[in-house]
């Protein structure tokens, strides 16, 4: 079964820019990308959705190339309060929602 | 004023019992759901309930049933609990159908551990 792969962790320092880029190589042709931040002992919510191109809002930006096979979050001058876990959601068709790992941020002093 | 919540927080129960969690949803959403979280963070969907239907039934155990008993409300049963269901589980709903490109929102989740 297809799914999204996302690298299990990435380590950052305050100030930095994080890009975390999801791979979903059978994503659905009308679905969005939608990604979600987790911090501990909460249930993930959601930051930030696109179809194509660039989004941007208030938290992040999300890139999306034209084949739409995978997507790159970015997050801007992160800072400690960033530290999370990050899932990319790309529906598959037919009901099918993969979350996945998710991928943990560490963001140090 | 809670959108989404769960009851009982931590649930900790010895292997062959029975457990139920509750989830309710005050935002009229018309779909629900239910996810398990293992220690590794792998989020993973179980079910999926739209005005109280069945739409996704992923590959479960038996052992679990869904019942939804009203839109606003998506009830979790496990029989004979197995200490490889220790876990978090998290409801959430969305507007609509299970897409998946509807935002979901997720209740604060429920730790089980099964000795």
């Not at chain 2, 609990?81 to 490109?101: H, I, N, R, W």
Request: aromatic share 10%; net charge neutral.
């Amino acid at each position: 079964l297809a799914k999204t792969t996302q690298p299990i962790s990435m380590d950052s320092y305050e100030g930095q820019e994080v890009n975390i880029t999801c791979s979903h190589n059978n994503i659905a042709t009308n679905d969005y990308i939608t990604w979600y931040q987790q911090f501990p002992s909460q249930g993930p919510r959601f930051i930030i959705q696109g179809y194509k191109t660039k989004v941007t809002n208030e938290v992040a930006s999300l890139f999306i190339p034209a084949d739409r096979k995978s997507s790159t979050l970015s997050l801007p001058r992160v800072s400690l309060s960033d530290t999370a876990v990050y899932y990319c959601l790309a529906p598959l068709g037919d009901y099918k929602l993969s979350f996945g790992a998710g991928t943990t941020v560490t963001v140090r002093a | 004023d809670t959108a989404v919540s769960q009851t009982p927080k931590y649930l900790v129960t010895q292997m062959g019992n029975d457990k139920s969690i509750k989830c309710e949803q005050n935002l009229g959403h018309d779909t629900m759901y239910w996810y398990k979280q293992d220690s590794k963070k792998f989020l993973k969907i179980m079910f999926s309930y739209n005005n109280k239907e069945l739409i996704i039934n992923e590959t479960v155990p038996n052992r679990f049933s869904p019942k939804s008993p009203d839109k606003a409300h998506l009830n979790l049963h496990i029989n004979s609990l197995e200490l490889g269901d220790s876990a978090v589980y998290f409801c959430a709903s969305s507007q609509m159908a299970a897409s998946g490109t509807d935002t979901q929102y997720f209740g604060p989740g429920t730790r089980l551990t099964v000795l």
